[in-house]
């Protein structure tokens, strides 16, 4: 009878407490009128804090911030005639990398001119997913309440070349192949007037339907190989969520 008692009572004692846990996250991020199932391990969440959370690591390989200027690009002081290289400099830990080299580009020449030499450009990806349930998030959540996925990029005005930046975001199912929604962006660069700044570029999912699990974030920077390497950098990149829809 005794261990009867003792069983019941650390029972009553763990749902006091998860029940607790569960109280703290509802008053932290104002969940009110959230699904918040008991069986979720609320103590994870409380520790994960998914709320307002940059999920992307490493989101400033160039240790720069938006909120100063991009820094002027160095000036040669004598060509660089070695072989072209493609990948900027920076410590892209976290990021899955790689590098297109494209076609020269002969547009605007007129024909019959005579051509030293052309720059070649690249396009420098980066990519990582997001595991929504590993960053304290549960399914009941995703799939019912749906809460509003905020995607944010802020990138250089390098005036290389009118496109100089593309931005592919997917909202996957369990199976990391299923696309439940998706978002892009290519804006144009105006090369008319010299600017120099960061541009922001951003989105925000909203009903986007039940079984999102992972957040595919894929960005593309252009750059430049012409008597040295030119590119266009970011800086802030991030995919958070908010307690809304």
């Known amino acids: 009878m005794r261990l009867y008692f003792l069983i019941v009572h650390c029972a009553l004692w763990g749902s006091s407490m998860s029940a607790n846990w569960k109280k703290r996250c509802e008053d932290e991020w104002g969940l009110q009128g959230v699904p918040m199932p008991d069986s979720v391990d609320w103590k994870s969440v409380y520790d994960a804090k998914p709320f307002g959370?940059?999920?992307?690591?490493?989101?400033?390989?160039?240790?720069?911030?938006?909120?100063?200027?991009?820094?002027?690009?160095d000036l040669l002081e004598e060509p660089d005639r070695g072989?072209?290289?493609?990948?900027?400099?920076?410590?892209?830990?976290?990021?899955?990398?790689?590098?297109?080299?494209?076609?020269?580009?002969?547009?605007g020449i007129p024909e019959g001119a005579v051509i030293c030499q052309l720059p070649t450009s690249s396009w420098f990806t980066m990519?990582?997913?997001?595991?929504?349930?590993?960053?304290?998030?549960?399914?009941?959540?995703?799939?019912?309440?749906?809460?509003e996925i905020v995607v944010q990029d802020w990138y250089e005005e390098s005036q290389l070349h009118k496109f100089?930046?593309?931005?592919?975001?997917?909202?996957?199912?369990?199976?990391?192949?299923?696309?439940?929604?998706?978002?892009?962006?290519?804006?144009?660069?105006?090369?008319?007037?010299?600017?120099?700044?960061?541009?922001?570029v951003s989105h925000v999912f909203s009903g986007y339907g039940p079984?999102?699990?992972?957040?595919?974030?894929?960005?593309?920077l252009k750059n430049q190989?012409?008597?040295?390497?030119?590119?266009?950098?970011?800086?802030?990149?991030?995919?958070?969520?908010s307690p809304k829809k």
């Open 53 to 73: 959370r940059n999920f992307l690591k490493n989101s400033s390989p160039y240790g720069l911030t938006k909120d100063g200027p991009p820094p002027e690009p």
């Open 83 to 107: 072989p072209p290289r493609f990948v900027p400099e920076g410590d892209f830990s976290s990021w899955t990398t790689s590098s297109e080299v494209l076609p020269y580009d002969r547009s």
């Open 127 to 147: 990519e990582q997913v997001v595991d929504l349930k590993a960053e304290g998030l549960w399914e009941v959540l995703l799939d019912e309440f749906q809460p």
């Open 164 to 200: 100089i930046y593309q931005l592919h975001v997917k909202l996957l199912a369990a199976d990391k192949a299923t696309v439940i929604a998706e978002h892009t962006a290519n804006p144009t660069e105006d090369l008319s007037v010299y600017s120099h700044n960061w541009k922001e």
């Open 211 to 220: 079984g999102v699990r992972y957040v595919q974030f894929i960005h593309r």
């Open 225 to 241: 190989f012409l008597n040295g390497f030119w590119n266009t950098m970011f800086t802030g990149s991030s995919v958070m969520i």
